[in-house]
């Protein structure tokens, strides 16, 4: 590990040269490695050394840049790259726990991440969802065979700031290994793992890529926790990263401070314009002073963010005038993107939730995400308050 900062560690770490010293980060889109001899074969399969390579499903030169660039700048010993945020989310949990065991976990969460959780129910893991922005349910909730204490560390779509030395210290009491969803946070105002987080998942397809390109995912953790269940778990059932996605992803990290700082100092502005506007009930942003979580966001990421919600008095009609009305914000549903994008949760990434478990959760028939981009903060603050105008 270098102790470049880490803008130069985006750039520069990681990186393997071929024997024509490339700048550029090589693509390696090759599945299989020739071996020099039966005897070779025969001792990679015993232990590979670290630029020998055996089929791309474990590893490929590539992929091994992303997976050590990732490493460095999360200050962990190793990542592992997946083929999506929830090849890495299932890989990270399903590896660690068998029948019996039981899992924490904050029920403000993405869908698809709940219904991993419902898998391993459906396997006899028990699983406590909880409110997880107050630690005393993680307190009452946590037991001696608890295996894992998971959380977003800002939730999907309602932007609640989990505390995460809070959680592992009382994950920790208990013997938990706690894995954050730093999906949100972005790498960029990530202190997941001094502040106690064993394992930090991020989907890629998010701020790092930062284009909306390519699906992908990465596991950041100690090297016996990556290199031993998480792999082996991952390389065995098919969510490893194609070589081609991590070349993208390299050139996405290159980036990825100048974007996140960009989008969260635009939203910082937007949420700051939005507040208090008669046509909506609540602007959620965690850097704005009202957000329930402000200090804890302050200490934990050091920003407010890259997204924000507006949450319409009206209902489901003013918010999809809202959106009908934006000109320069798209409507879709990834996020992290330079382009601005608008979500309306309850009918889109979120409908499959009941109208009760959504209302638990804070996403109410109003309620708009919105991932800010990289466009000019005047335009943004332009187009939002112009749509909510119209909504
Ligand atoms: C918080 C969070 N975690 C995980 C994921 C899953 O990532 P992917 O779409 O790369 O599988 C998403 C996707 O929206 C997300 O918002």
Request: net charge negative; charged share 20%; hydrophobic share 45%.
């Amino acid at each position: 590990m270098t102790d470049w900062k880490t803008r130069t560690k985006l750039v520069h770490d990681g990186i393997r040269r071929s024997q024509y010293g490339e700048m550029a980060e090589a693509l390696f889109l090759t599945q299989g490695f020739v071996y020099p001899s039966a005897e070779a074969a025969e001792q990679r399969f015993i232990a590979s050394g670290p630029d020998e390579f055996i089929y791309a499903r474990y590893g490929n030169p590539t992929t091994r840049m992303f997976e050590d660039r990732m490493a460095a700048i999360e200050g962990t010993e190793d990542a592992f790259a997946c083929a999506s945020g929830m090849a890495a989310i299932n890989g990270a949990l399903m590896c660690q726990v068998k029948s019996g065991d039981h899992i924490v976990a904050a029920r403000q969460m993405f869908g698809s991440c709940l219904h991993v959780l419902k898998v391993l129910s459906g396997f006899g893991v028990e699983v406590t969802l909880i409110d997880g922005a107050d630690l005393a349910n993680w307190q009452a909730a946590v037991r001696p065979d608890t295996k894992i204490c998971f959380f977003e560390s800002v939730s999907n779509p309602g932007l609640e700031v989990i505390d995460i030395a809070g959680v592992a210290k009382i994950a920790h009491a208990v013997g938990a290994s706690v894995v954050v969803d730093n999906a949100f946070a972005s790498p960029i105002f990530s202190r997941a793992v001094d502040l106690g987080a064993d394992v930090v998942v991020y989907s890629a397809t998010k701020h790092i890529d930062g284009g909306g390109r390519v699906l992908g995912g990465v596991v950041c953790g100690t090297q016996e926790f990556i290199r031993g269940p998480l792999e082996t778990y991952v390389k065995h059932t098919g969510g490893a990263m194609s070589p081609f996605h991590a070349w993208i992803l390299l050139s996405g990290l290159q980036t990825l401070d100048l974007r996140v700082r960009a989008q969260a100092a635009s939203a910082a502005a937007v949420a700051s314009s939005a507040a208090g506007h008669e046509k909506l009930a609540r602007a959620i942003y965690p850097g704005l002073m009202d957000h329930p979580q402000h200090a804890l966001a302050m200490e934990q990421m050091g920003s407010g963010g890259t997204m924000l919600c507006l949450d319409f008095k009206g209902g489901k009609e003013a918010a999809f005038r809202f959106l009908n009305a934006l000109q320069i914000v798209s409507i879709s549903n990834n996020l992290g993107d330079a382009k601005s994008i608008a979500t309306h949760p309850a009918t889109t990434t979120h409908k499959n939730l009941t109208d009760e478990d959504r209302a638990t959760i804070g996403i109410t028939p109003g309620l708009v995400r919105i991932s800010m981009g990289i466009e000019d903060t005047s335009d943004l603050i332009a187009d939002v308050m112009g749509a909510i105008a119209a909504a």
